[in-house]
């Protein structure tokens, strides 16, 4: 067409212009080009895109997604070179052990072109916290100071944050915390967080922890008066955290245990009974001292206290058998 219009050189375009407008009112719509042009479909690129997190956990379910811009597409993915076939265009997974990353990768076909595009991402993997624990001693003494530490399973790393009963969560503490316990104190509740510092999940940890009291309260439990030649029981107790230990003792004879039974067979003005408990954890210790009184004894006796010994027939029952 150029070419005919080149071609008149008197009136060239007022001849060019009646043939295109004849065209026009003929329905026919000429086509201008160059030789440079190329058809429409080729020579175009597409490109595809994996959209996803940057990281994975170990045993959480995960997912990523390839987007390309095509109308009609077939889509091929893998994780780490294995491939993932009837996906679709989203990969579900999950990763059952810990490695330090791993490579998605994503084949995109267009159907009409055959073209095809790769996009590869690179993931890292985080594993827990897990296994989450709280060592240290299972019992405190007031007033002394005791540490306890808090180990998880995390990786990379985790940080630890820490609650005392129902206080505040203490961070900047990392792994390690101490506490001293004060004497009202029965137990102290000690809770540990581990929080992964990439994904910022947590798992907490518990240990409810006793503290040592007593002994306290400490009493002989018996009858005040006796007669001879019956048989008596006396028992000695405390409020003790942990258990007590106990030496009973009447007069000049000793025992350990907390029950003693005795029968006195000859007059005898009266006779003490002792009882001495003592902390399993802490060591620290208590006396109680009882009376007790004789029926139908001669009050001018002269009986010495160190020949009580000789008329007592003492029965020891031990009932909590402890080593001093």
């Known amino acids: 067409m150029d070419d005919i219009c080149k071609s008149k050189q008197h009136g060239g375009r007022s001849n060019c212009g009646r043939l295109l407008l004849l065209l026009f009112l003929a329905g026919l719509q000429p086509v201008l080009s160059t030789d440079d042009e190329t058809p429409e479909t080729e020579g175009l690129e597409f490109d595809c895109e994996i959209v996803g997190p940057d990281y994975v956990t170990v045993g959480v379910p995960s997912s990523i997604e390839c987007t390309a811009d095509c109308t009609s597409c077939t889509f091929s993915m893998s994780l780490d070179g294995q491939s993932a076939q009837g996906q679709g265009n989203v990969l579900a997974f999950t990763i059952d052990r810990w490695m330090e990353a791993f490579t998605v990768e994503c084949t995109v076909t267009d159907d009409k072109t055959l073209q095809t595009a790769t996009a590869t991402k690179k993931l890292k993997v985080l594993a827990g916290p897990a296994n989450v624990s709280i060592s240290g001693p299972d019992l405190m003494n007031p007033t002394v100071s005791h540490t306890y530490s808090c180990h998880a399973y995390c990786r990379p790393t985790c940080h630890y944050t820490w ?14 915390i101490s506490i001293n316990p004060r004497e009202e104190d029965n137990y102290k509740t000690l809770v540990c967080k581990a929080t992964n510092s990439v994904s910022g999940m947590f798992v907490a940890a518990t240990r409810n922890i006793a503290v040592a009291s007593g002994p ?25 955290r942990p258990s007590c230990r106990y030496v009973s003792s009447v007069d000049s004879q000793a025992v350990r245990g907390s029950v003693v039974e005795l029968t006195v067979e000859h007059p005898l003005k009266s006779l003490t009974i002792k009882c001495e408990a003592q902390n399993t954890a802490s060591r620290k210790t208590a006396t109680a001292l009882k009376t007790v009184q004789l029926t139908g004894s001669d009050h001018n006796s002269s009986t010495r206290l160190e020949e009580t010994s000789a008329v007592l027939l003492l029965a020891f029952i031990i009932s909590a058998a402890y080593s001093l």
Request: aromatic share 8%; glycine share 12%; charged share 30%.
């Open 163 to 176: 609650r005392i009963d129902k206080g505040a969560w203490i961070g900047g503490q990392g792994n390690v």
């Open 216 to 240: 306290s309260e400490i009493q002989i439990k018996g009858p005040d008066v006796i007669e001879i030649a019956e048989k008596y029981k006396f028992e000695c107790t405390s409020e003790c």
